[in-house]
């Protein structure tokens, strides 16, 4: 660790990725399930969200994650909670001031990379 540096005592950026994957990957596995379930193809969700059908599958495969305002577009495309989309992705805080960390649980059916 550096000392004097802002954010040198942070947890590392291959830490952050492997976190982000996680989160991508439980969200797009959330956004698929609801997606199929509601009877959508990715080019109807795509239209009624509007956004373009290659980015919803980039997001259902855990390659981007989506900002807020993709993640409400999808939601309302969806007729869903917002939280739903989020379901299995959870911050823990710890005891220190400004650590925790992401807790995902897959939902059935997800695949791990």
């Known amino acids: 660790m550096r000392k004097g540096v802002p954010g040198a005592d942070r947890e590392p950026k291959d830490g952050r990725k492997q976190f982000r994957r996680e989160v991508a990957d ?3 596995a959330n956004l698929r399930r609801l997606r199929e379930e509601s009877g959508l193809s ?3 969700l795509s239209l009624r969200a509007s956004l373009i059908r290659t980015y919803v599958g ?3 495969n855990g390659d981007r994650v989506p900002g807020i305002d993709t993640a409400l577009r999808l ?6 909670e917002p939280g739903d989309l989020f379901a299995g992705i959870y911050w823990q805080p710890d005891d220190s001031d400004r650590g925790g960390n ?3 649980e897959l939902p059935e059916g997800a695949v791990e990379r």
């Open 26 to 28: 439980a969200f797009g």
């Open 75 to 80: 939601a309302g495309a969806l007729a869903v």
């Open 42 to 44: 990715q080019e109807s």
């Open 102 to 104: 992401i807790i995902v």
């Open 58 to 60: 980039m997001i259902e």
